[in-house]
């Protein structure tokens, strides 16, 4: 559920304002028309403090593409969508999932539609499901675009997870060098500075220089770890508020050497799949732009995406503001405008798609191969340094003794 502020007049023709939770837009509207408020306006409230934890609530991928194909082979063998419904909803061991299938087929014995019982939960099925769900129900194939989903939220899926390998592999690493090295500063440097001080000796600078980096690491190194969690929290809640802030951040992350040319093929691939997606499935050109703007995952190319929409409602073409964009590469748009020149805009995004998927695969590897020689220098140089540090000045005062 979210929270959302509301503008409105009550029965008795009163300006009335307020705060209204629900699982979505059209469902806080039926709860306030019950209330007897004409309602003007209704917007979602960002930030953590309306974010309600929903923990258990999320479906995984793998089972969330799981059940779409079950559900397709179902209503391919020709069992009604209500059976198919409850079927599902009693053989899945997910809790959260089961509940929210149970409470669909409810909504679909009262007259409703799939798609309209699936819209009161938005954190199971997303608008990109609703919509293709929709041209399903209107075409009457609804069992093929459940197929088509599957296959979508699979390779989403596997993409997603060959980004992730691809930064833990450095994260893993990086963050062993870093406790190594703060083991070495808190507790086996300190115990060096009693013994030198004690020889009363002039230190290099290096060895001095690592042995105030001891004393403070034992003294305020606890801190670290809770700076670091309170930075993440702050950037987490600064980017579900603010536009601005997301899109300044996504930008740093894109230009960021190596990664951010990752991410950058990462969101392409996920931007041509879901447009390519929806056009297959007959959703209308200005509906999937808005979809994908939402879901891409970045703020920069939905800046980007939100041009093109703009373009589109003005009756020109939406690779005009694509085109001005640096990262948009050039190769999307000539694609783009020979899906629209020659009416294949969804088999040419789908070949994009297919293209920048593959780019991921080899991107993933490059990183590898580089960044694992680089981190395991930073940590020899790292520990070496700190040897060296204290082993220079005990060589240095055995001479003096002997």
Do not use: C
């Not at 409105?8 to 023709?13: F, Q, S, T, V």
């Not at 919509?131 to 989903?149: C, F, Q, W």
């Not at 041509?272 to 891409?296: C, D, H, Q």
Request: charged share 20%; hydrophobic share 45%; proline share 3%.
């Amino acid at each position: 559920m979210a929270y959302y502020q509301y503008k409105g007049m009550n029965r008795k023709g009163q300006i009335v304002k307020g705060r209204k939770k629900g699982d979505s837009e059209s469902q806080v509207r039926e709860l306030l028309q019950g209330q007897g408020i004409a309602v003007k306006e209704l917007s979602p409230l960002q930030g953590m403090l309306y974010q309600e934890l929903a923990i258990g609530k999320k479906v995984s991928t793998k089972d969330f593409v799981l059940f779409l194909r079950q559900f397709a082979t179902l209503l391919e063998a020709g069992i009604t969508l209500v059976e198919s419904t409850n079927v599902l909803a009693k053989q899945t061991n997910k809790k959260a999932f089961q509940a929210v299938l149970f409470d669909v087929e409810e909504e679909l014995r009262s007259g409703k539609s799939f798609s309209e019982a699936a819209e009161k939960h938005p954190n199971v099925f997303s608008s990109l499901f609703i919509n293709m769900v929709k041209a399903g129900e209107a075409g009457g194939s609804l069992d093929t675009i459940l197929e088509r989903l599957a296959t979508y939220y699979e390779k989403q899926y596997a993409t997603r997870r060959k980004v992730i390998a691809a930064l833990t592999y450095p994260a893993v690493i990086g963050a062993v060098a870093a406790v190594v090295v703060f083991f070495l500063l808190s507790y086996i440097v300190p115990t060096f500075a009693d013994m030198f001080a004690s020889f009363d000796a002039e230190l290099p600078a290096i060895t001095s220089f690592v042995l105030h980096a001891g004393s403070w690491m034992k003294s305020w190194g606890w801190l670290l770890p809770l700076v670091l969690v309170l930075l993440a929290i702050a950037i987490r809640s600064l980017r579900s508020t603010y536009r601005s802030f997301r899109y300044y951040t996504d930008y740093v992350l894109l230009r960021l050497p190596g990664i951010g040319t990752l991410l950058q093929k990462a969101a392409i691939a996920r931007l041509t799949r879901t447009l390519g997606s929806l056009f297959a499935n007959s959703v209308p050109i200005m509906k999937s732009v808005a979809i994908v703007e939402k879901i891409v995952g970045n703020e920069v190319l939905a800046a980007a995406l939100r041009k093109s929409r703009t373009a589109l409602e003005q009756g020109e073409s939406m690779t005009r503001p694509l085109k001005g964009s640096w990262v948009i590469p050039p190769m999307v748009t000539q694609m783009i405008e020979v899906g629209e020149k020659s009416g294949t805009l969804d088999t040419m995004l789908a070949k994009t798609a297919d293209y920048y998927e593959a780019e991921v695969d080899a991107s993933t590897e490059q990183i590898r191969s580089f960044i694992e020689p680089v981190l395991i220098l930073f940590l020899a140089v790292a520990v070496g340094t700190i040897v060296a540090a204290i082993a220079v000045p005990m060589f240095q005062i055995f001479d003096n003794i002997q």
